[in-house]
């Protein structure tokens, strides 16, 4: 009798262990299933339901979606996208079940939705004044290559910004306009006591291995319920005040990022999210650049350069005309 209730229990179990799915990935409504603990979309469910077509290349495991408006690239197993070109980061990677490729719930809420569902200001808001964050200034010199300062270069860059936004017609507000010492925490500060509408932080990159890295990283605060890109454990409790902006954030980074790679011909190391002090405090949308290696040599031309300079201060203001014209789009000029 015992063993022929153990027998029906065996039968019972070879039952249900044939008939579930695979381990960890159970099926929802929609397109949603749950791999590996964490939601994810099915992105050719979520390409059929939001107007793209679909071109799926299994051997790269590649799954290009294209409409009117945008060309999206994703990848199995990376935590970067494409979009028109450019490389923006996720929190998790891409994961592939057979032909499918599934991005996780996190990742399309905090940057894909935002990035093609982008926010527009209220009625009669403008972006009329950039704060401009060099980075670094008096006792922190910031990266040195040599006989050479990031701190120098920031300031270069931001007073040619400066001219070449005004010519645009934008208000700009200096954190720091000579070779000053102005804390972390008091630069989104003097952004807000100033009426600034944006916040760009302005930085270059060194590598330790030398020439090796070269490229343009820009970033955003890693929004609510994201991991940051380079987690140096920088770790939050909870949402800062740039939270507020998650959204505004990302566009703002994203086109700056697109714009700049557009017309400087660095290498595209993405769009990142971080929880630098910078760009946490900031009350105000705020994009946060790594504009190239001074380690570098093709990166440092470009950085050290007058004419890199103007070209690079043009495809920032272009980047911020981008955003300006995204969120104040349906309002009188
Ligand atoms: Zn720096």
Redesign the pocket.
């Known amino acids: 009798m015992k063993s022929a209730r153990i027998l029906m229990l065996l039968l019972a179990l070879a039952w249900w262990s044939a008939a579930a799915p695979a381990p960890s990935t159970r099926t929802q409504r929609s397109g949603k299933s749950l791999i590996g603990g964490r939601i994810h979309t099915d992105l050719t469910a979520w390409a059929a339901a939001n107007g793209f077509t679909a071109r799926w290349n299994p051997r790269a495991g590649e799954l290009r979606l294209t409409n009117r408006w945008a060309k999206l690239l994703f990848k199995a197993d990376t935590k970067r996208i494409g979009i028109d070109g450019a490389n923006v980061w996720l929190s998790y990677p891409l994961l592939r079940t057979g032909d499918r490729l599934h991005i996780s719930q996190a990742d399309e809420d905090a940057i894909l939705h935002p990035l093609l569902n982008p926010p527009r200001l209220a009625k009669g808001d403008k972006v009329a004044t950039v704060a401009i964050s060099a980075?670094?200034g008096g006792k922190d010199p910031?990266?040195l290559e040599g006989n050479r300062q990031?701190?120098v270069f920031?300031l270069a860059l931001a007073l040619e910004l400066e001219r070449q936004l005004q010519h645009a017609g934008l208000r700009v507000v200096q954190v720091r306009d000579r070779d000053k010492f102005v804390a972390l925490e008091e630069r989104p500060a003097i952004a807000r006591a100033r009426g600034a509408d944006l916040l760009l932080c302005?930085?270059?990159?060194a590598s330790p291995g030398g020439d090796d890295a070269q490229g343009l990283e820009t970033y955003c605060l890693t929004p609510a319920g994201a991991s940051s890109t380079n987690d140096r454990g920088q770790h939050s409790g909870g949402p800062h005040p740039g939270n507020r902006h998650d959204r505004e954030n990302i566009n703002l980074a994203y086109l700056i990022h697109r714009s700049v790679l557009g017309q400087l011909d660095l290498e595209d190391r993405g769009v990142r999210h971080s929880r630098f002090k910078e760009i946490t405090l900031a009350t105000m949308p705020a994009a946060y650049l790594?504009g190239g290696f001074m380690s570098n040599r093709e990166d440092a031309r470009k950085i050290y350069s007058e004419a890199g300079r103007v070209r690079y201060a043009g495809a920032i203001v272009d980047g911020v005309l981008a955003y300006k014209r995204l969120v104040e789009r349906g309002q009188p000029e």
């Open positions: 980075g670094h910031g990266n990031e701190k920031t302005l930085h270059f990159n790594e």
